[in-house]
């Protein structure tokens, strides 16, 4: 399949390597064109990657007709994805997109609705959900080990010094960050979330323009509680890029750090004031293949394009990671709980 890649920053030399280093992926798909409102910086991710064959341009329509592609990988800033996304239906491809999958709720379905005139598919990148660490977890829940789920509670603290669009924008932690942790705290749980109140803040000394920092309480269906604590300058002790996980069901607790480090204890008696726990093993993920980040999305989007199947993250299931997000930026802007 031909595809075209739009939005040659950063995080698309993350997708060009996860695509290179992969070899069911590379002998899928080749990249027919590369797109950036910046021609130079195209051109040099083609220099790059050894693209010398790929079109380079600054117009998507353009080069998804000379390229004939029937893919669009968009990796472009998140104001410019709706149009993007659009632009690549109307010329009849199927479209993988970073997060977060909109600017907003009514952009989101709008695409969602575009994408399914065309019948096209059109997914999002999770791929903090497609990794070992939050399968494993996953997995674990599911077994029902620690009895019934009852509450997740994530802690995400980092001092990050990017530059660039972040420190521009609005909500800079829920809507580019948090939107990670809610998804996967949203597939770990296997429920619905309900409501959420939240916190906002832009906490002093700051380098974001706005929302750097964010506190927020989730209901989700079952009453299980996700609480999500985070900051993105908070400096001097960074948490991992998962966020640190405690997960608590009705037999005993999950630790996560977010990397390597599991310790899960359940009940082993009925007496005392504190009950005996023992130590239980943490599963591995049910399914290597899902544990690659960037390239396990990219594979399952690819698979969803030849069997016809839902791949994982499509984006008529994502909108509800991204409504989680709206719904807390509702809720801090306007102190009061919001349903979703
Ligand atoms: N999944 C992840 O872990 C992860 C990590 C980082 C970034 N991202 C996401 O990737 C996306 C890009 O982030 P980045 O860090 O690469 O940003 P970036 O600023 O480094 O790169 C974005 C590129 O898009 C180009 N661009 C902007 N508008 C365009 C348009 N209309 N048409 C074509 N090109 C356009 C810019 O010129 C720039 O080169 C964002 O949605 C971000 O949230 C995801």
Redesign the pocket.
């Known amino acids: 399949m031909r595809a075209v890649l ?7 030399k993350g997708w060009l390597k996860a695509i290179a280093e992969t070899p069911e992926i590379r002998s899928a798909v080749v990249i027919a064109g590369l ?4 021609p130079a ?1 195209a051109k040099a991710l083609a220099d790059e990657f050894g693209l010398a064959n790929a079109v380079i341009g600054s117009d ?1 329509a353009d080069v998804l007709e000379k390229t004939s592609a029937e893919i669009v990988f968009d ?4 104001s ?1 994805r709706h ?2 996304v659009g632009t690549a239906l109307v010329h009849g491809c199927h479209v993988l997109s ?3 999958m909109a600017a907003s709720i009514e952009a989101g379905r709008s695409l969602i609705a575009q994408a399914e005139a065309a019948g096209k598919v059109h997914a999002i ?1 999770q ?2 959900r497609f990794i070992s660490g939050i399968r494993r977890i996953r997995r674990l829940v599911e077994s029902g080990a620690l009895g019934e789920l009852t509450a997740i509670h994530c802690d995400f603290f980092i001092g990050a010094h990017f530059g ?2 972040r420190e521009e924008m609005d909500n800079v932690l829920l809507l ?1 960050m948090a939107i990670h942790t809610f998804d996967a705290a949203r597939f770990v749980a296997d429920k619905v979330p309900v409501a959420v109140y939240c916190h906002e803040s832009n906490p002093r000394g700051s380098r974001y323009a706005h929302g750097a920092a964010a506190n927020a309480i989730f209901e989700f269906s079952d009453d299980v509680t996700f609480t999500y604590r985070g900051s993105w300058c908070a400096e001097g002790a960074n948490t991992s890029w998962e966020s640190q996980w405690r997960i608590i069901g009705t037999k005993g607790t999950l630790l996560w750090d977010g990397a390597d480090e599991f310790k899960a204890g359940v009940i082993a008696g009925s007496e005392g004031f504190f009950r005996p726990i023992e130590a239980i093993d943490v599963p591995q993920a049910a399914n290597e293949a899902q544990t690659h980040g960037h390239a396990s999305v990219i594979a399952d989007f690819l698979a969803a394009i030849r069997t016809g199947a839902k791949p994982e993250t499509v984006s008529s299931d994502n909108i509800n990671s991204l409504a989680m997000v709206f719904a807390a930026i509702e809720s801090a802007r306007t102190r009061q709980r919001v349903t979703l």
Do not use: S, T, W, Y
Not at 6 to 12: P, R, S, T
Not at 35 to 38: A, E, H, I
Not at 75 to 78: A, S
């Open positions: 739009c939005g040659c920053g950063a995080m698309a797109v950036d409102v910046n910086a998507l990796v472009v800033i998140p410019a149009d993007v970073e997060k977060p990148v791929n903090r660039g669009f580019d």
